[in-house]
């Protein structure tokens, strides 16, 4: 049994929580309830002792109402100027910029992850066929011999590629390469590639005047949270609570 000031939380009442707080384990997720349920509690009596109307269901629909005005008379939460959003910009820029577009071809030697002699195999054969390229062999006509991708039909191409249209580890290495044939195999969870980087447009910084109010939302969110996060430091410190320890809680409420 959790006790906040004068108030009780049984069993009942964190293994229903549970539900919205999943976890690894479910001792994990019962200390999660137990402290959105305690969390909540200082909540509504905090917002019953200034007078705003609280429903005593837990989880009410109202709840969202108190608490948005609760958080507006209690916490004073400073907005974001064009200064501010300014710096982010400035010192953020990569966050700002359109991802590069490529145009590539590539020859697929499938091979499963967890297959080392395929592995091994196709490795040796994309070493090769980077070596017949070298020496003049037409990639097309590689593609359609060697490669396991549909793409092959098309002499290997993959038209013009962006970030996040490909596997993470196929764009960490194809979209720093230059122009040209790369000179050693990609691997992927799919295989080996040989890959060839027919162009490559960079990505242009967006202007301040385009971003700026998704700078400020993020930021005035970041400094919410922050400043939420004390005001409920505070509650915990003047309450009196018993059965439920937060020094154990690692919950980005308290960050």
């Given amino acids: ?18 539900q919205y707080h999943p976890a690894d384990s479910q001792q994990g997720a019962m200390l999660k309830a137990a402290e959105s349920l305690v969390i909540g509690e200082l909540f509504r009596q905090r917002a019953a002792e200034l007078g705003l109307h609280v429903k005593d269901e837990m989880k009410d629909a109202s709840d969202d109402d108190f608490l948005a005005a609760l958080i507006d008379r209690e916490v004073a939460i400073p907005e974001a100027d064009e200064t501010a959003c300014a ?21 697929l030697l499938a091979a499963a992850p967890e ?19 070298r020496e003049g062999d037409d990639f097309g006509r590689l593609a359609q011999k060697h490669s ?20 993470a ?32 447009i960079e ?11 998704k700078i400020a939302a993020y930021l005035n969110e970041k400094v919410e949270r922050k400043a939420v996060a004390q005001y409920i430091h505070t509650l915990i410190q003047d309450a009196e609570i018993k059965g439920f320890d937060f020094a154990v809680s690692d919950s980005p409420l308290l960050q």
């Fill in 87 to 107: 710096t982010y910009y400035q010192q953020n820029p990569e966050r700002f910029t359109t991802s590069p577009l490529l145009e590539v071809r590539h020859i």
């Fill in 115 to 133: 297959d080392e002699l395929d592995r091994v195999n196709g490795k040796m054969m994309a070493e090769q066929i980077i070596k017949q390229l």
């Fill in 203 to 213: 990505g242009k910084q967006l202007p301040f005047a385009a971003v700026k109010d």
């Fill in 148 to 167: 396991a991708c549909p793409s092959s039909a098309t002499a290997g191409s993959l038209g013009q590629i962006s970030r996040g249209q490909t596997v």
């Fill in 1 to 18: 049994m959790i006790h906040v000031n004068d108030i009780a939380i049984d069993e009942k009442a964190i293994l229903a929580e549970m």
């Fill in 169 to 200: 580890e196929f764009e960490r290495q194809v979209f720093t390469a230059e122009v040209g044939l790369m000179p050693h195999p990609v691997e992927t969870r799919y295989g080996l590639h040989v890959v060839w980087v027919d162009r490559k």
